[in-house]
């Protein structure tokens, strides 16, 4: 059953990046073109109400930054929530992280109970991944991005739950919060925000240009007005002009950041051994993922002058099994590759194999500015001077 809803999902994903084509293609495109307009017109009309006040947000009391995009997938927004968290914590600020937890699992019923039955005055209780100190949850019952900010940021809360405004509230009440960084946030609009960073894609800064279904964008391009800052990502150092000033043509006024995801190292599954990235030239590897953009990943991996024998890519958010990842390493064992090669999102969901055939390694990436570095400088600045300000609140 999961193969045949992972194959449907690929299938469609395919349709919807024109990568399909014939009669059933045809179909299944003028049938999401159709839905896309609806679609459209729920998000435009969702926004006018909370704009107009009929519908109010919830607020805090203290800063929230939202984290998001506008499209789906693939514009590497877990490193920058990541960089995000790490300055504002070093700069004194008690900062959580809310996530709703994409494709993750709820823990087994029993616990549940158990926590109910044990915990009645605390109310509502949100899925701790971090505490601020130690790991409680795996990436299963956790999701993937909310298991990795809690496995690389110390110090920071990360909770996980689709309700958003009471875990939020349970994060300033339990652990005194004053920072609430909404993971994938800018589309939550029920909690107040006070700040909200949009990440936008270099290599498809606006998806195919479609709504969903019919194509990758959440909201139109001039909602983009919303931003207080922009993330350009995934840049090459290369002029960025003609993107630049379509932003500018949605936004006027948001700082703009350009910045790239550097690989940072190699680290192996089994021992943790960190390899230099210059491991990687004339290897020979097998490359494994499921992630939104696979083509990107093996690119870097040939860029940093990796030679890919074998490659392999699952739907995003595959959760692999023993069997899986047995195959393909006697796949590589047989081509005899020298190591297997994954992302480090795609190595929370790999499951632990001792003394494997071929080394397993996931390569750690992390956020580079290129270029708007004095404008991230004030941004943080602003933030973690002593008794900062809340930013004013704002209404869609």
Avoid at 119 to 125: L, P, S
Wanted: charged share 25%.
């Amino acid at each position: 059953m999961r193969r045949w809803i992972e194959g449907l999902e690929t299938f469609a994903i395919d349709v919807i990046l024109g990568r399909r084509y014939g009669r059933r293609a045809d179909v299944l495109r003028w049938l999401l073109h159709g839905l896309s307009i609806i679609y459209r017109f729920l998000v435009q009309s969702r926004l006018a109400l909370y704009r107009n006040r009929i519908f109010r947000p919830h607020f805090h009391g203290c800063l929230v930054i939202s984290v998001g995009n506008l499209t789906v997938g693939g514009t590497g927004k877990t490193p920058v929530v990541e960089l995000l968290a790490r300055a504002l914590q070093q700069g004194g600020r008690r900062v959580a992280i809310l996530s709703r937890g994409y494709k993750s699992v709820p823990r087994p019923f029993f616990f549940r109970l158990f926590d109910r039955a044990t915990r009645k005055k605390a109310g509502f209780i949100p899925r701790i991944v971090s505490d601020g100190q130690s790991l409680l949850l795996d990436s299963r019952t956790a999701g993937d991005e909310p298991f990795m900010l809690a496995n690389n940021l110390r110090g920071v809360v990360v909770l996980v739950d689709r309700d958003r405004v009471k875990s939020g509230a349970y994060a300033v009440r339990e652990f005194r919060s004053d920072t609430l960084i909404l993971d994938d946030g800018l589309q939550y609009i029920r909690m107040r925000h006070g700040l909200d960073v949009v990440l936008v894609d270099r290599q498809a800064p606006f998806g195919n240009e479609f709504m969903l279904p019919r194509g990758t964008l959440r909201e139109p391009p001039r909602n983009l007005r919303r931003a207080t800052h922009i993330f350009l990502t995934k840049c090459d150092g290369s002029d960025n002009s003609a993107i630049v000033a379509r932003i500018r043509k949605y936004n006027r006024t948001a700082d703009i950041i350009e910045c790239a995801h550097r690989p940072k190292h190699l680290r192996n599954f089994v021992t943790g051994e960190i390899k230099p990235l210059e491991f990687l030239r004339a290897l020979r590897i097998g490359a494994l993922s499921g992630i939104a953009v696979p083509e990107s990943f093996e690119n870097a991996l040939r860029a940093l002058g990796a030679e890919i024998g074998l490659s392999r890519s699952y739907a995003d958010h595959h959760r692999y099994t023993v069997r899986e990842i047995g195959d393909f390493i006697r796949r590589s064992a047989r081509r005899e590759l020298e190591a297997i090669v994954t992302t480090e999102k795609d190595a929370v969901r790999i499951p632990r194999i001792l003394d494997p055939e071929v080394p397993l390694y996931y390569l750690r990436v992390e956020i580079e500015i290129l270029a708007g570095q004095a404008a991230w400088d004030r941004f943080v600045d602003r933030l973690t001077q002593p008794q900062p300000l809340i930013p004013p609140q704002r209404f869609y």
